[in-house]
């Protein structure tokens, strides 16, 4: 989990550290991650679709994610499909860049940075 926590970490060091959270139970923890996963995939289409150049940035991403993660089996199985529900939920909306899907982009970055910001505050430490 502390992997994890670093990479979160990572993903959102563009943030401010936040403030001690009370300890949540793995399925919140597993809940979050499995968001950040979704983000990351519809990031990875929508970033493609609107030109940002960034290759496999946030496929990367995830893979750092699982990886640090370290579960086999179930976790990692889960992570990968909210990662793909991610991709594909766009990729059958956008074809090409619209200010809808500029939009989405802010609000997922937006989101992604608050989860990170949130499983960082509650899991460390």
């Not at 993903?11 to 996963?37: G, I, M």
């Not at 990351?40 to 970033?47: D, I, K, P, V």
């Not at 990886?67 to 059958?92: I, M, T, V, W």
Request: hydrophobic share 40%.
């Amino acid at each position: 989990m502390t992997r994890v926590l670093i990479l979160v970490t990572c993903l959102a060091a563009f943030l401010v550290s936040p403030a001690r959270a009370a300890p949540e139970s793995s399925a919140n923890f597993e809940t979050d991650l499995s968001r950040l996963a979704e983000i990351l995939g519809a990031l990875h289409y929508l970033r493609g679709v609107c030109g940002a150049n960034e290759g496999q940035k946030w496929r990367d991403q995830m893979q750092a994610l699982i990886e640090a993660e370290g579960q086999p089996g179930d976790r990692k199985a889960k992570l990968s499909a909210s990662f793909n529900q991610g991709y594909r939920g766009f990729q059958q909306t956008y074809r090409t860049c619209t200010p809808a899907a500029d939009l989405a982009i802010r609000r997922y970055l937006t989101e992604g940075a608050k989860i990170a910001r949130e499983v960082t505050a509650r899991y460390t430490n």
